[in-house]
């Protein structure tokens, strides 16, 4: 298993630009996550699924969207890029509740 | 809403040396899960321990293993015969059982002085 992948690893935009940042699991997990994590700071969710087709906010959702077609993929798009989304971006996936979360290997994204 | 605490922006210990790492956590839950994971700077986030809050015995992996004080609301984590390979980034994290995402400390930088 590859476990959970992120693409891209780096990315720079400017201000006002779009993107989306690709997450994949292949071990069939129902629950998928997206963190950001500023510098100095934890980890803040923006947003989740528990399954396919269903998707949730999380603490800051603000700026983002995020769709689920698939169990695997579950990718976060960013309309109209600001500095203030400059981050590392983390995907997460977990099987049940009562696991841990298994976390890709993040996204580092700078707007200018 | 919950929240986690982590009160050591930075530590440091002698290598071969044991660090206790602090944190705190404010829920009115009765059952949950308590996490700690290591950040390297490589940035993969990988689980060090588990802990499940109806479970009084406290959790072991090798060489790191918790101090879990339900009451007080702490879940201390303490590394032993530390390694140079264990500097890294340390959070405490909190999963409540009604809900599935995790909520993350601030983290505790962890130096390991050879």
């Known amino acids: 298993n590859a476990g959970v992948t992120q693409t891209p690893k780096f990315r720079i935009l400017k201000i006002g630009q779009s993107m989306t940042l690709q997450c994949t699991q292949d071990?069939?997990?129902?629950?998928m996550y997206w963190y950001r994590q500023d510098p100095g700071m934890g980890l803040k969710l923006i947003y989740y699924?528990?399954?396919?087709?269903?998707?949730d906010k999380g603490e800051v959702p603000n700026g983002y969207n995020v769709s689920r077609s698939t169990t695997e993929d579950f990718p976060l798009r960013l309309e109209l890029a600001a500095p203030s989304q400059t981050s590392v971006y983390f995907c997460?996936?977990?099987?049940?509740?009562?696991?841990?979360?298994?976390f890709g290997p993040g996204t580092r994204l700078t707007v200018t | 809403a919950q929240t986690v605490t982590q009160s050591q922006p930075e530590m440091s210990v002698q290598e071969a040396e044991t660090v206790t790492l602090s944190c705190t956590y404010d829920t009115s839950e009765s059952d949950y899960y308590l996490f700690w994971y290591k950040q390297p700077p490589s940035r993969q986030m990988i689980l060090v321990i588990r802990?499940?809050?109806?479970?009084?015995q406290n959790a072991t992996e090798n060489r790191f293993s918790v101090n879990f004080q339900k009451a007080a609301k702490s879940f201390s984590l303490k590394i032993s015969d530390s390694q140079l390979g264990d500097a890294a980034m340390y959070f405490c994290?909190?999963?409540?059982?009604?809900?599935?995402?995790?909520?993350f400390g601030k983290g505790t930088r962890l130096s390991v002085i050879a």
């Open positions: 997460a996936s977990t099987p049940d509740v009562s696991y841990e979360q298994y």
């Open positions: 699924s528990v399954g396919a087709g269903i998707t």
């Open positions: 994290a909190y999963r409540s059982p009604l809900d599935t995402p995790l909520v």
């Open positions: 802990q499940e809050a109806y479970k009084q």
């Open positions: 071990m069939n997990h129902n629950y």
